[in-house]
């Protein structure tokens, strides 16, 4: 089965971290760029990183360069997005993706709430 599924989200402090995880099945996962989303409360989903297939190039919006990390682990199926220094306003759902030719694929997304 063709599918994403996010895990590792939960409730940290502001200024803790947390390691996502985007576990792939279905098919050749290192031969695709993997994104990073996410959602808040009224928002749209914007995009906040993106890794390519082989892992060299990696790409993040403003909003969170220097403070999240993607990586991928080929060999494992799973990209990972290491979340430091959390803010109160990087709360929201985190949604992997991939863009197939054919459409895009989204896993069901994790929920990070930072809340002291």
């Known amino acids: 089965q063709v599918q994403l599924v996010e895990s590792g989200g939960g409730l940290v402090q502001p200024g803790g971290s947390l390691r996502l995880s985007c576990a792939a099945s279905g098919f050749t996962f290192r031969a695709y760029v993997l994104n990073w989303y996410r959602q808040s409360p009224g928002k749209e989903r914007d995009f906040i990183a993106s890794?390519?297939?082989?892992?060299?190039?990696?790409r993040y919006a403003d909003s969170v360069q220097g403070r999240f990390t993607i990586s991928r682990d080929n060999t494992k199926y799973t990209a990972y997005l290491q979340v430091d220094s959390l803010k109160p306003e990087d709360t929201a759902v985190y949604y992997c993706n991939i863009d197939f030719p054919s459409g895009p694929l989204w896993g069901k997304g994790t929920l990070v709430r930072v809340s002291s």
């Open positions: 890794i390519s297939g082989g892992g060299r190039t990696t």
